[in-house]
């Protein structure tokens, strides 16, 4: 089900024009209208889910042999050297639109792009390492 005000949704639907690179029954690809590099890719489920924890099963199964399949295509495209692949949850994680997509971004050895940096890394204890596994594996 399609959100009114939903950017990708309004993409999916034509309403707003994109650069499409993919489409079957479940998903469209798009090129990232503001990309990190050239081939900047997004994959976007045409069932309008806001994150991954609202993302069908079925759709989540059929996501990694697609972007996958993308990927290709991108490295051949671009001759990237690498890639991410970039998926944020939440306006904390760094999520701008609240649907569901998936970033396939082209990397280059000289590329200025900085998807992390060293700034808040966490340097946790083994006792911490220990109970997060724990409570994991729980």
Do not use: W
Not at 62 to 73: Q, S, T, V
Not at 105 to 124: E, M, N, Q
């Amino acid at each position: 089900m399609a959100k009114d005000d939903c950017l990708f949704c309004k993409i999916i639907a034509g309403e707003i024009p994109s650069y499409k690179v993919y489409e079957d029954g479940g998903f469209i690809a798009i090129l990232d209208r503001f990309p990190r590099n050239m081939g900047h890719t997004l994959i976007i489920p045409k069932e309008h889910c806001d994150d991954l924890f609202d993302l069908p099963d079925d759709l989540a199964e059929r996501l990694i042999p697609l972007a996958r399949a993308l990927a290709r295509k991108i490295r051949e495209a671009t001759g990237c050297e690498g890639l991410n692949l970039v998926q944020n949850n939440g306006e904390a994680s760094g999520q701008e639109v609240r649907h569901f997509h998936l970033h396939i971004i082209p990397r280059f050895a000289d590329d200025k792009v900085s998807l992390t940096s060293a700034k808040g890394r966490l340097d946790p204890a083994d006792e911490e390492f220990e109970e997060m596994a724990a409570k994991l594996r729980g």
